[in-house]
């Protein structure tokens, strides 16, 4: 499913509007319809019962918020209420229209902030709040007197449902902006680029998307470079094993990791690889951590590793470079020397800073064969841009980094982004809190090798990578709870054989 920006979303509608003729009440009508029947299943599935608060502000999420209100009452809902943020809308709008049917209807209004001590006094004893104050296209923080009506929404006991987006959440979110906090978000037509912003997802609660009549040609548009990342779209990306195949043709990795203290991440990454259908992998660790990852690792191959020794690369079909490795001129001179070979590989953990480095003397062309997987705060180093500025606004600075470098980009987080040079992106929603775990990232870098070292391009073992490292994830928490890394690796194969 493609998601969109504030702004792509715009044209979409425009559009709807011009080029297929769409009425604009229409599509506002048909929003508030099914984003009310997707939520009276929510409400009434549960046992919380009470009185419903509808938020409308002047513009189309107002609207949406009033035809939901109409909804509720249509089908005898007794006990509801309606704020109007800001003013009442024109009479002549879509949504002057749909608040002229809901008084029709007897449903009792209130206006904001000329009754704010009722309105605070009816949010009090709401069972339900249902955010329409402002849309994705605010720009900046939200101002008074529409944040203090978040404020007060937010102190509210009752349950809270975004339509669209919470109110103050749009491109230009920071920390700190006034924002509604949603237990679910109904995001009209196509997933907002916003909600995934790392800040602002945790503002979003559920997020459910709300099929809209827009024209399928304008929703498919394959110019709309964003795509929502699903935990099981590995499955399409897993490539078929010949039933007479042998372990050479499976796939050849070479993993240079692990130093004195981090042993650890060594065994991780090869592990992991070995676990992603690899017929063969190597690990070359430092000469001092050798004989320590040797005696844990059966399956994969242990090779003391030396700057002076000469590598035979023919023989492998992908590189892993970084994990626990350690910050040495020896290993950023090697680095640069994987860089020149005519494979495809991973670079993670310390490659990163590595590679960073390196890039300082000059950007290094990585030539499209290479993944980077850096956190938010490798992902600065590397770019020398402070790392909230990455975290505001991630996407932009992935794509940027994959042109620059000619790299595929996986921004690690909750919310993971992978960018590739010709400005396609992915998100996956990872919501997972149990993954955020020393280690978790080593084996996200090995299965990614995996895939490149079985045959996947750094794109396509990039998707499959995370998400498949999603899928296994949320299969170790519905088993062990809180998991440790170790625990990850001997599920990647359950799920793989799924």
């Known amino acids: 499913m493609k998601v969109v920006s504030a702004e792509a ?51 189309n999420n ?19 209420t309606i704020v109007l943020a800001g003013g009442r809308p024109a009479d002549d709008s ?57 404020e ?4 509210s006991p009752g349950r809270r449902i975004a339509i669209d987006v919470p109110s103050g959440v749009g491109d230009e979110y920071r920390p700190g902006y006034p924002a509604f906090r949603a237990d679910f978000t109904l995001t009209m037509g196509l997933p907002k680029l916003c909600l995934y912003l790392p800040h602002a997802r945790v503002l979003c609660g559920r997020i459910m998307v709300i099929h809209v009549g827009f024209p399928p040609t304008l929703l498919e548009d394959p110019e709309i470079p964003g795509e929502l990342l699903r935990a099981r779209a590995w499955r399409k990306l897993a490539l078929p094993i010949a039933p007479d195949t042998y372990k050479n043709r499976r796939g050849h990795l070479a993993v240079f990791a692990g130093a004195r203290g ?25 000469a ?47 680095l640069e020397r994987l860089l020149a070979l005519p494979l495809k590989g991973v670079i993670d953990a310390d490659g990163i800073t590595l590679l960073g480095r390196i890039a300082s003397r000059g950007t290094p062309d990585l ?37 620059r470098m000619k790299a595929v980009i996986v921004l690690k987080g909750h919310c993971t982004i992978v960018a590739t040079p010709s400005g396609r992106y992915w998100i996956l929603d990872g919501a997972n809190p149990a993954l955020a775990t020393g280690g978790s990232g080593d084996v996200l870098a090995g299965i990614i090798a995996g895939g490149i070292a079985g045959g996947m391009s750094p794109a ?23 998991f440790l890394a170790e625990d990850l690796v001997p599920l990647i194969s359950r799920v793989l054989s799924r």
Request: proline share 5%.
């Open 9 to 59: 979303m715009a044209r979409i509608d425009s559009r709807s509007y011009t080029e297929f003729a769409f009425p604009s009440s229409t599509l506002l009508e048909d929003a508030g319809v099914k984003a009310w029947a997707s939520t009276s299943r929510v409400i009434w599935s549960g046992t919380r019962r009470g009185r419903l608060v509808f938020l409308a502000g002047k513009g």
């Open 62 to 80: 107002g609207g949406d918020a009033l035809v939901m209100a109409r909804q509720a009452a249509v089908e005898h809902v007794r006990s509801l």
């Open 94 to 150: 879509d949504p002057g229209r749909m608040l002229a049917a809901c008084e029709a209807l007897g449903i009792p209004i209130m206006t904001w902030p000329e009754r704010s001590d009722d309105v605070r006094a009816c949010l009090s004893e709401a069972a339900w709040i249902f955010d329409g104050i402002a849309g994705t296209g605010i720009r900046g923080a939200l101002r008074p007197p529409l944040s203090d009506l978040v």
């Open 152 to 155: 007060a929404a937010n102190a």
């Open 262 to 286: 981090t042993t650890g991440a060594a065994w991780l990454s090869a592990s992991a690889a070995a676990r992603s259908r690899l017929g063969l992998v190597t690990l070359f660790a430092d």
């Open 288 to 334: 001092e951590a050798y004989p320590i990852v040797a005696q844990k690792l059966t399956s994969v191959m242990c090779r003391p590793w030396s700057a002076e020794e000469e590598w035979e690369h023919e023989s492998y079909s992908g590189i892993l470079a970084g994990p626990g490795w350690g910050l040495t001129e020896e290993k950023e001179r090697w």
């Open 367 to 403: 030539g499209g064969r290479w993944v980077l997987t850096p956190h938010p705060g490798e992902f600065a180093r590397l770019t020398a841009s402070p790392r909230e500025e990455v975290l505001a606004d991630p996407v932009r600075h992935s794509i940027q980094l994959s042109a």
């Open 460 to 482: 396509d073992a990039a998707l499959f990578g995370v998400s498949l490292h999603a899928a296994v994830g949320r299969l170790a928490a519905r088993r062990s709870g809180w």
